[in-house]
């Protein structure tokens, strides 16, 4: 069935840094993948969205870019900063969207 | 904008006793989904509703029951209630024309504690 991987955390980084989170899937068909991000306390927001290979989502200076040869979909971010700090999740939704399936999610730590 | 709004936020109770959540979808969205999210885990799939109707079962109790209301609005009842039910429980909905391009917009969730 379709399914999420995703990196497991916690991850903590300085201000500033570069910061990767892997995100690979398992589908049949063509899903949308997505990413979400849930601040403590609160419920899951959309960050960014692709629908099709090789479409780039972005959002809040995060990126992610759906490849169909590697099944991935690697949030990024150039520079973080401590209000980034946050729990993401990887998510695909399928081809019949009557489901959506998460990753595990990371925990990320930003300090100054 | 409308968001989805669910209640009670927070909701305490014992074992073997019933809950009921109440979920309010976007308005003119027609797909609702509720999850369960223990604590550190990622959010789990019960169930979703489609115009009123089940359109697909995830991984929710027999205890547990849901449906969809005219209005949309859907509630969970979840009954004989056990320690491991204590997690937060997100709503969902979506347009049912963007199914599988589109996003789910979540509540702010409800928090149930069995003691």
């Known amino acids: 069935g379709d399914s999420v991987t995703q990196m497991e955390g916690p991850v903590t980084l300085s201000e500033e840094a570069f910061l990767t989170i892997n995100c690979t899937y398992t589908?049949?068909?063509?899903?949308?993948l997505f990413w979400y991000v849930q601040y403590p306390g609160e419920g899951l927001q959309l960050l960014l969205k692709?629908?099709?290979?090789?479409d780039k989502g972005s959002n809040k200076g995060f990126e992610a870019t759906y490849r169909k040869e590697t099944t991935s979909f690697h949030l990024e971010k150039g520079s973080v900063q401590v209000s980034d700090s946050a729990v993401y999740f990887c998510?695909?939704?399928?081809?019949?969207?009557?489901?959506?399936?998460f990753g595990t999610g990371t925990s990320l730590t930003v300090i100054p | 904008a409308a968001g989805v709004i669910q209640s009670p936020r927070h909701l305490i109770k014992e074992k073997r006793e019933t809950a009921t959540l109440k979920c309010y979808p976007i308005?003119?969205?027609?797909?609702v989904y509720w999850y369960q999210q223990g604590p550190g885990q990622d959010p789990q799939f019960l169930i979703s509703?489609?115009?009123?109707?089940?359109?697909d079962k995830g991984s929710i109790p027999d205890r547990f029951s849901a449906q969809q209301f005219s209005d949309y609005h859907s509630e969970l009842n979840m009954s004989s209630l056990e320690l491991g039910d204590s997690a937060l429980y997100f709503c969902?909905?979506?347009?049912?024309?963007?199914?599988?391009?589109?996003?789910?917009?979540f509540g702010e969730g409800s928090r149930l504690t069995v003691l």
């Open positions: 969902a909905s979506s347009f049912s024309a963007t199914r599988n391009t589109g996003e789910l917009f």
């Open positions: 589908a049949t068909g063509y899903p949308s």
């Open positions: 692709a629908t099709k290979a090789d």
């Open positions: 998510a695909l939704s399928g081809y019949t969207g009557n489901q959506f399936y």
């Open positions: 308005p003119r969205h027609d797909t």
């Open positions: 509703f489609y115009e009123k109707m089940q359109s």
